[in-house]
């Protein structure tokens, strides 16, 4: 291999590295947004479970975990 080709694969390998670390960084923002989005959705999912507890309590005094009791 002579040294123009050398250093063409130098380049290349380069290249490759500095994609694949710009690839993992947006795989690790994506996952956090995702982490984000996940512990907004179950934030708003207890929400409606305490109202949906209160709406029981209206109706059914003293049964705020909807058993009927």
Do not use: C, F, Y
């Not at 947004?33 to 029981?56: C, N, P, Y």
């Amino acid at each position: 291999m002579d040294e123009s080709t050398r250093s063409d694969n130098t380049q290349l390998d380069d290249d490759l590295r500095e994609q694949a670390h710009e690839t993992a960084d947006d795989a690790e923002q994506a996952k956090d947004k995702a982490a984000d989005k996940a512990g907004d959705a179950k934030d708003e999912l207890s929400k409606v479970g305490d109202r949906i507890s209160d709406a029981v309590e209206d109706v059914i005094p003293g049964d705020s975990d909807g058993d009927g009791h």
